[in-house]
């Protein structure tokens, strides 16, 4: 059909053009605009977790492809942070500038039912930059209650199955997160359903749309189940790990959601230790997107503030 209207004049064949970056049928995408995928996705994700709708999100919907460079965010018309001393805000941008290329957006609405305040930060290896392909870590950080939630955004191979690569990455970048230093156990009478902040999003290998509306079709899994897949495929005699064989997952819109309310992630994170965790995604897979919340609100399941498990 696109070919057919190409031929009818030059006026279609432009207007053609112009239609196709919408479409998400295009071929050979590169690993910098899955990763534009990735962060955008992430970004709406957790924007929805901030307390917005997509639609309502015009930052977003005024994306500037030809200005994104190695990273979503540089597209976007939100604020430029300037880092400052002792606050919070910029202090992801102040540790990570030299690592290649970080790039850091403020976006900010109050009033009404729609009130939002949050910061949100890419930081992509210079090795990533000059095309070492390169897995993404998000990370969602609500100031009030020192939440912490982590997305590992993982494409299965053509076969359906998780690449040994994107297995030994993912052991190596938990086998160094849990040993960084944890606080006292919550208390007994908080409570949640998950404490563990990692959830891995599984999607095909989708190229990047600029319909910014949607978000990427994929699910969205807890940590432990897949650990314990991978453990379960390494025994001998059994095939490698099936992204199919994951029975058990979110969809997108539910997670945002008991995030928002307080069921998922680990509560009473110093900030330093985010960014510890941060520190270990760009050691090991060289990308990550940060989004610090300091959107003031009652956490859904009435529980206080819960401590580093």
């Known amino acids: 059909m696109l070919a057919n209207l190409r031929r009818i004049s030059p006026d279609v064949e432009a207007e053609v053009q112009r239609l196709m970056p919408l479409l998400d049928d295009a071929e050979d995408w590169s690993e910098g605009e899955l990763r534009w995928r990735d962060e955008r996705d992430a970004l709406l994700l957790f924007a929805k977790i901030a307390g917005l709708a997509p639609n309502d999100f015009s930052e977003v919907r005024l ?13 976007l018309i939100g604020t430029a942070v300037q880092p400052m001393l002792d606050d919070i805000r910029g202090r992801a941008a102040t540790r990570f500038s030299g690592i290649g290329e970080t790039v850091v957006r403020a976006f900010a609405s109050r009033g009404g ?17 000059g ?10 950080y609500h100031v ?6 982590m997305l590992r955004y993982v494409r299965p191979g053509p ?4 690449s040994p690569d994107a297995r030994h990455s993912l052991d190596e970048f938990h086998s160094r997160v849990h040993c960084l230093p944890r606080r006292d156990r919550r208390s ?14 599984i999607h095909e290998r989708v190229p990047f749309t600029a319909a910014l509306q949607r978000t990427s079709p994929g699910a969205i899994y807890p940590y432990d189940q897949v650990a314990a897949a991978i453990s379960a495929a390494a025994k001998p005699g059994l095939p490698d790990l099936a992204v199919d064989s994951l029975t058990r997952h979110l969809v997108p819109t539910h997670f945002a959601q008991l995030v928002r309310d307080g069921w998922f992630g680990a509560s009473g994170v110093p ?6 965790w941060v520190e270990a995604t760009i050691d090991t897979v060289g990308a990550a997107l940060t989004v610090v919340d300091f959107s003031p609100r009652q956490r859904g399941n009435g529980s206080g503030i819960k401590t580093w498990a």
Not at 144 to 149: D, K, M
């Open 63 to 75: 994306w500037d492809r030809t200005a994104a460079g190695a990273a979503f965010i540089s597209g």
């Open 113 to 129: 039912n729609r009130s939002y305040d949050f910061e949100v930060t890419s930081i992509t290896d210079q090795s990533v930059v």
């Open 131 to 140: 095309g070492r392909e390169g897995a993404l870590d998000a990370y969602y």
């Open 144 to 149: 009030e209650t020192r939440t912490s939630v």
């Open 159 to 162: 076969n359906g199955l998780l």
């Open 188 to 201: 007994v009478d908080d409570y949640s359903l998950l404490d563990d902040p990692l959830f891995l999003r």
């Open 271 to 276: 900030f330093e230790v985010a960014l510890d």
